[in-house]
């Protein structure tokens, strides 16, 4: 085997100089432009073969012309400190004295480049979990990295409450990392639209976070990931508006065990993008620095002049098991260990140093030394700060700043209506429309939700607004650039709104149907909900996702009708509202938009037209507090709880029991999360007796936990045990009869009535 400095001299020979790349690039019949590639590109027979391997067997080429000594040196030195903290890491769990590691070995090349040509504090990063270099060279420093390993309070990357090399600095622009791979992609996609609104909006660019003009916004993604629908999800919406995103694909040739010509059709993902319209698409060999600088400055500077996305596919090694929690000797064959050995970025680029007379090897082995003195005396403060302490633990689940439960938000009892009485469609619209109006922060999108996409027609056709039509004629107050269709895809409208908001934008997205909410799932769950408890308060995602719900509808059946709130509600971050009129509606929205929260706002589709929930327009500042229920009937002998539909249902079966003298009293929740329990405990402790009413299947429904609760702490004002009143355990049907027997009527409620009555 050769050694590492000889390697050197046999490619510096052979490599083609800077000025014969274009016509290399025409010898493998790759085209010039936007989807041209640098040196490092297959060759034919090695794209038909897939053969990543022989790719990452032999160095590739070094450059001639190398860039200033300064810079070459402080390259060096973040590579070998980003090795080094992986290897204390290492050391460290090995001590069992910090609980996870997973490293960034073999990727540190391409990383410092890209951090070398873009700008901590002023471009925005979206980094994975293998960008321990990248961060370094942004301005992390060895002792918040390790904080992080340590579960330190003082780690500014979560402050404890995540994984170490999940990135996140408030400082530099580095947005919070999480665990699932790939759902950083659609949020930098939105970060980037944030930009490109303002363009659109100059007023916006003061009340954005850091916006600049040529600002760039950094992704990376693994090889792996590509595999994910939100890469290419990604990539559509940033090439179709032409948005200044680089993504950075860092190739190590596995997914955990999984190598890539299993995870990618022909074994190169690049191959797969290369006719995405206006991306910029290069290739590079990830583990020599030099060719990596020049590489990502041409991605770079492309999106600087906006003129569309880049993509840089680095191949890389990985010279590390995926994890400590990996063995990568049960796979990988030695041979190819050893092959991967030889491409070693760490040491390819010092012995360069030094046969190009950059650097003796005394002065190298100094780099060394101070850097390893840098490690282990921030190892030592690292192990010696403090763990958050235990009662912080529920801190910033929600905003500390904004409370939608207080005082604040509440103009109930002053509303003063006016006007011809409106639907719940009516009322939502007007709210969308008024709080537009006066925050142009504001932007409604999701799919059928603009008048017209083709603005040119809007003054010959009447337009869409949403398939219940409730943004209608948004668009044409507020213009296209504020009221956008989205592709159909749930993952895309709610990343890219979270990456929005993140900037400072206030983002009201639609999901047409809650059946089809789910694709988007993961956004919700590990991303929105998440972002500021996750980041201990320093990054949030304040926005509206508005969700048509529910059944009662003929026709709906199985993929249009259902419900299943509880699935939501017990997300921790995130509120949850459900007006069951027109009024409602309009209030809740509107504090749901000015809140500092995300908010999940569900509208039943069948009360949007109904004519028992109208009501007069409120003002434009009318607002009702999350949290506060309203008693909509006044009884004696036993209470419903309920929201939704069944508010209207539980209405009808009170009054047809009140024949029979029973007297119910009636309490609509609207908010379900939070929820009130004091007016709970109230119509409890007046009847003694309760139903908890809902349209969610009985089992594992929302009503279960009220009932839980109501017998946990309430059982001695209890006169009978509480009854539930829900759908059937299965989905909503087509046929008609169907429908009528799975979901829950009056005339369930009116059973349950009864039967609670003569306990």
């Not at 958050?388 to 604040?408: I, M, R």
Request: glycine share 8%; net charge negative; hydrophobic share 40%.
């Amino acid at each position: 085997m050769k050694t590492d400095t000889k390697v050197l001299k046999l490619v510096r020979k052979t490599s083609p100089s800077q000025t014969e790349a274009p016509e290399q690039e025409a010898e493998m019949g790759m085209a010039p432009g936007p989807t041209s590639v640098g040196l490092a590109s297959t060759t034919k027979k090695e794209q038909d073969a897939g053969a990543h391997l022989l790719l990452s067997s032999a160095p590739a080429p070094i450059r001639h012309e190398l860039p200033d000594h300064k810079l070459l040196l402080g390259m060096y030195r973040t590579m070998y400190l980003s090795r080094r903290l992986d290897d204390k890491e290492i050391q460290l769990k090995g001590q069992n004295r910090i609980f996870f590691q997973i490293s960034g070995a073999g990727h540190e090349a391409v990383l410092v480049a890209a951090g070398v040509v873009l700008k901590p504090g002023y471009d925005w990063f979206y980094p994975y979990y293998r960008d321990r270099a990248l961060c370094l060279q942004l301005g992390m420093t060895p002792l918040e990295m390790l904080l992080s390993a340590v579960g330190a309070e003082a780690d500014p990357n979560s402050h404890g409450r995540q994984m170490p090399s999940h990135w996140g600095h408030k400082q530099l622009n580095i947005v919070s990392q999480s665990s699932p791979t790939g759902t950083q992609l659609l949020q930098a996609v939105g970060c980037a639209e944030a930009s490109y609104r303002c363009k659109l909006i100059p007023e916006l660019q003061k009340r954005v976070s850091s916006f600049h003009d040529d600002e760039v916004t950094y992704v990376s993604l693994g090889d792996g990931t590509s595999s994910e629908g939100e890469f290419w999800e990604a990539l559509n919406t940033a090439s179709n508006l032409k948005l200044p995103v680089v993504f950075l694909l860092e190739d190590n040739g596995y997914a955990i065990s999984v190598p890539v010509e299993v995870q990618t059709a022909g074994g190169d993902v690049s191959r797969l993008v290369e006719n995405f319209p206006s991306l910029y698409l290069q290739r590079c060999d990830g583990t020599d620095p030099i060719q990596s600088l020049e590489t990502m400055r041409r991605a770079v500077d492309y999106c600087r002049q906006r003129k569309g996305p880049a993509l840089v596919h680095a191949k890389v090694i990985r010279p590390y098991s995926h994890s400590l929690s990996d063995d990568e000797k049960l796979y990988r064959p030695d041979e190819e260990r050893a092959s991967d050995a030889e491409r070693d970025p760490v040491k390819r680029f010092g012995a360069l140093l030094i046969d190009e007379g950059v650097i003796d090897q005394n002065g190298l082995q100094k780099i060394k030394d101070e850097v390893d003195v840098l490690v282990n005396d921030a190892a030592d403060k690292a192990l010696a700060s403090p763990q958050p302490a235990g009662e912080t633990a529920t801190d910033y689940v929600f905003s500390h700043d904004v409370d939608p439960s207080s005082k604040d938000f509440d103009t109930e009892d002053e509303v003063q209506l006016s006007g011809n009485a409106g639907t719940m469609v009516d009322l939502i619209n007007r709210c969308l429309g008024t709080e537009m109006a006066h925050d142009s922060r504001i932007f409604v999108f999701g799919e059928d939700v603009a008048d017209c996409s083709r603005e040119q027609y809007l003054d010959t056709l009447k337009g869409k607004g949403g398939v219940f039509k409730v943004t209608a004629n948004l668009q044409r107050k507020f213009g296209g650039a504020r009221v956008f269709n989205s592709p159909l895809a749930e993952a895309n409208i709610v990343g890219r709104a979270i990456g929005m908001a993140t900037r400072g934008l206030k983002p009201v997205v639609e999901i047409q149907f809650f059946d089809y909410i789910w694709p988007a799932m993961h956004q919700i769950r590990n991303e929105l909900a998440l972002m500021r408890w996750r980041s201990g308060n320093d990054w949030k995602a304040p926005m509206v996702i508005r969700v048509p719900i529910g059944g009662y509808l003929k026709g709906g059946a199985v993929y249009h009708s259902q419900s299943g709130v509880s699935t939501f509600t017990q997300i921790p971050g995130l509120r949850v509202v459900y007006p069951s009129n027109a009024l409602d509606a309009n209030g809740l929205l509107r504090t749901a938009i000015r809140c500092d929260d995300p908010v999940l706002f569900l509208e039943h589709k069948h009360l949007y037209r109904q004519t028992h929930n109208k009501s007069q327009y409120p003002a434009d500042d009318f607002m009702i507090p999350f949290g506060k229920a309203k008693k909509i009937r006044e009884g004696t002998d036993l209470s419903i709880v309920t929201y939704g539909a069944l508010v209207q249902r539980s209405l009808v079966a009170a009054k047809q029991m009140e024949q029979e003298g029973v007297s119910v009293e009636i309490v609509d929740l609207r908010s379900l999360a939070p929820f009130d329990w004091n007016a709970i405990v109230e119509t409890v402790k007046k009847t003694n007796r309760v139903i908890v009413a809902h349209e969610d299947s009985l089992s594992f429904g929302y009503g279960a936990e009220i009932a839980a609760r109501i017998t946990d702490e309430l059982f001695e004002y209890l006169d009978a045990p509480v009854r539930r009143v829900g759908a059937l355990d299965t989905f909503v049907a087509y046929a008609p009869q169907l429908e009528d027997a799975i979901l829950p009527q009056a005339s369930d409620v009116a059973k349950a009535i009864a039967e609670l009555k003569s306990y």
